[in-house]
Structure formats: structure tokens, C-alpha cells
């Protein structure tokens, strides 16, 4: 869709409709989007029992060999304080693993367990076909197109509280 036909629009008479700044708003689409998309399958995690932070912790360890609190900090999108007790929870209900970096003893690093991969399998696999689902309407080349450009965008603009190599990846 063009910046024209995205702002070519009418309201029940047929007049031209005001366009608000949001609509193409590039920070509002996307949280409106993620917002929308993750809502549809936070039903199917917490219909689980787990909690989404809990299922984002899970889904940011699988294929990792563990990350810092700080590190899952972002990639769940939880405060650090918040995420520790979280992740202490977790630890005790053996979902997850908690061990001092190789580097640096007094970082931690969390690690999944096989019952967090068993625990969480079916879901990986009901995540996989929400996001086929989201993304077919706009075809395979398009999808991983978007896929593509949201990683770009993402590398352009890092997470702020990540200032360099030795502390994104453990």
C-alpha cells in the first residue's frame, strides 16, 4: 500500500476523512500491530499456565546456550527486578536453570531445562502456525520480507540497556 492510498480515506458520506498523525504513525503501527498479534496468542499460553513473561523467557532461551537477566531482560520486554523474581520462580519449578557466566561469576546465566523444552514444545509449535496465519494473507515473499526488514530495523536501533558485545551474549 502507497502513503497516498494509506491516506485516501472516506467517512460515511463519501467525503475525504482527516487523517490522525497515528495512522501512519511508524512506532504506533508497530506496537499497535505486536499488540494486536500477541494478544491472539497470549490466550493459548495462558491457557497453559503459563504466564506470558514465563512463555517469553521460555521462547528466548530455546536455541540459545543461556543469556544474562540483563539480556532476557529485553528480549521479554520485562524490568530486571521483575524478570529475577520470575525467573526464580521458574528455576524452582525446574523449567529453567541458573548458573555464574564462565567470564564473570557474578553474572547469571539462565539456561532452559528439558522440561522448559517439553514444556513448552507444543507451544513453539502453536506460535509457528499463529504467525503462518498472521503472515499468509500477505503471501511467502512478503512475509519473510517483513521478517527481514523487522530484524534490519532492529539492528539499526539496539536495545538500550545492551552497550556491547560481552554483555548480549554470554
Known amino acids: 500500500m502507497s502513503e497516498d492510498s ?4 472516506f467517512d460515511e458520506s463519501g467525503e475525504e476523512a482527516p487523517v490522525r498523525f497515528v495512522d501512519n504513525y511508524l512506532a504506533y503501527l508497530l506496537a499497535q500491530a505486536s499488540s494486536r ?4 496468542f497470549h490466550r493459548e499460553v495462558e491457557a497453559t499456565g503459563l504466564s506470558i513473561t514465563e512463555w517469553r523467557v ?3 532461551l530455546e536455541g540459545s546456550t543461556g543469556e544474562s537477566i540483563g ?3 529485553e528480549l521479554t520486554l520485562t524490568k530486571q527486578p521483575t524478570l529475577s523474581k520470575v525467573v526464580q520462580r521458574m528455576e524452582a519449578e525446574g523449567l529453567v536453570a541458573r548458573t555464574g557466566a564462565l567470564k564473570d561469576r557474578r553474572q547469571t546465566v539462565v539456561r532452559i531445562t528439558a522440561k522448559g523444552h517439553r514444556v513448552t514444545e507444543a507451544l513453539r509449535e502453536r506460535a ?3 504467525q503462518e496465519a498472521v503472515l499468509e494473507p500477505f503471501g511467502q515473499d512478503n512475509a519473510r520480507m517483513l521478517i527481514t526488514m523487522l530484524k534490519d530495523l532492529l539492528a539499526l536501533h539496539p536495545a538500550q540497556g545492551v552497550t556491547d558485545e560481552k554483555d548480549s551474549r554470554v
Do not use: C, G, K, T
Open 37 to 40: 498479534i500477541s494478544r491472539e
Open 58 to 60: 521460555l521462547a528466548s
Open 128 to 130: 509457528r502456525r499463529h
Open 71 to 73: 539480556v532476557l531482560s
Open 6 to 9: 494509506a491516506q485516501d480515506s
